[in-house]
């Protein structure tokens, strides 16, 4: 791997989103995906002030309870994971020594806008995830997350006649805001989509067949 990435040792894939648009479940979600197909892991989570996130997935049973760091960013979450990463790049750093040889770092972001984006000093890969109940007009307002990021998931799909969303036409208007790069819909409640998610990963990030 280190001879494909910008730095040695373990692939690093970052998850943001807002507030509620499910990014510690897709968390749950993946984990138990990349351990059944024989990947290495372990996973970083950011909190503004507390270790909420990373108290979860330790306690969900689905990884080794020391395989999960918590950030404490104490600031907007942003800045751990662009303007000055040091804070999870150290994180990932202890990781390596404690598990290494990785193959693959979850780096999960702490909630945040639209604008929020990951440093490629930290991540090698990054996926924002925003959700239908969050309204259909989120693609159009073409923030940095839905359009810089590798991969856009739109999750919670199963809400959209719950909350008057039309699912076609925000698909729609994601494909053209995003302009071919990838995108996908999940429902990480249930799972779907998920497993097309973890073979992107598998194949882009991890070079897997």
């Given at each position: 791997m280190s001879g494909q990435?910008?730095?040695s040792g373990a692939a690093r894939v970052g998850i943001g989103g807002p507030v509620g648009s499910g990014k510690t479940r897709l968390l749950e979600q993946?984990?138990?995906?990349?351990?059944?197909?024989?990947?290495?892991i372990a996973?970083?989570?950011?909190?503004?002030?507390t270790h909420e996130d990373a108290i979860r997935v330790r306690r969900s049973g689905l990884i080794a309870p020391e395989r999960v760091l918590a950030?404490?960013?104490?600031?907007c979450p942003h800045s751990a994971i662009r303007e000055d990463p040091t804070l999870n790049i150290q994180a990932a750093d202890l990781l390596?020594?404690?598990?290494?040889?990785?193959?693959?770092i979850l780096i999960e972001s702490g909630g945040d806008n639209l604008a929020s984006s990951f440093s490629l000093d930290l991540v090698d890969f990054w996926l924002?995830?925003?959700?239908?109940?969050?309204?259909?007009?989120?693609?159009?307002?073409?923030?940095?997350g839905v359009m810089q990021c590798d991969l856009l998931v739109i999750n919670k799909t199963d809400l959209a006649p719950y909350v008057g969303v039309d699912l076609a036409r925000m698909e729609q208007e994601a494909r053209q805001v995003r302009n071919g790069?990838?995108?996908?819909?999940t429902n990480c409640a249930t799972g779907n989509g998920v497993d097309q998610i973890v073979d992107l990963i598998a194949r882009e990030v991890l070079f897997e067949d």
């Open positions: 990435l910008g730095h993946i984990i138990p995906r990349f351990i059944q197909r024989g990947t290495n996973v970083i989570t950011n909190d503004l002030v950030v404490e960013t104490g600031a390596e020594d404690r598990f290494g040889p990785l193959d693959l924002f995830v925003i959700d239908v109940a969050g309204g259909d007009d989120i693609p159009r307002k073409r923030g940095l790069r990838a995108m996908l819909m």
